[in-house]
């Protein structure tokens, strides 16, 4: 069974476990990255992000982070994440959460990001441009938000049609 849920300072050495795992190969890799960096930078008294966990039988296998952002370009708030999971279905069940958590907030579209290339996700709901940032919107966006909870077979199957990005959000 998987779990998303809000991470907590106990996941630190778990998320700081996949962090090094993610940025083997990049120049970045032999960098330091200090426990109490961040831990003040997601759990201290001005976090610069949301962070999600998935759990499955105990064990963090994958995490998500948002932050409100507000496009000038589309006159919305919306919200920002990484690609620092991966997973068949893991993804896809923290990026419904995320929107739901987003949309509570009054987000109505996710800002995201494939390193090289948009992932499969992306790719099969969201509006991707060349340089790989992608944008969820509209009515696909508020479709996934919906899929929050669902098991991940099941959020991967009513995945929302990409073109219903293009259509504004529902009020």
């Known amino acids: 069974m998987l779990l998303i849920r809000d991470a907590?300072?106990?996941?630190?050495?778990?998320?700081?476990s996949m962090v090094a795992d993610f940025v083997k190969g990049h120049p970045a890799e032999n960098h330091p990255r200090p426990s109490q960096v961040l831990r003040s930078a997601y759990f201290g008294e001005r976090p610069v992000a949301h962070m999600l966990v998935a759990e499955r039988n105990g064990q963090i296998v994958g995490m998500a982070q948002w932050t409100l952002i507000h496009d000038t370009f589309w006159g919305m708030f919306g919200a920002y994440v990484r690609p620092d999971c991966r997973g068949s279905g893991i993804v896809a069940a923290l990026?419904?959460?995320?929107?739901?958590q987003a949309a509570a907030v009054g987000a109505q579209f996710l800002h995201g990001g494939g390193g090289e290339g948009p992932s499969r996700l992306y790719e099969r709901v969201a509006i991707g441009q060349v340089s790989g940032d992608c944008h969820l919107s509209g009515k696909a966006f508020q479709v996934f938000a919906k899929l929050d909870g669902l098991p991940p077979r099941e959020i991967v199957r009513s995945l929302p049609a990409r073109a219903l990005g293009l259509q504004p959000a529902e009020p």
């Open 8 to 16: 907590n300072e106990n996941d630190i050495p778990a998320i700081e």
């Open 95 to 100: 990026v419904a959460r995320l929107c739901a």
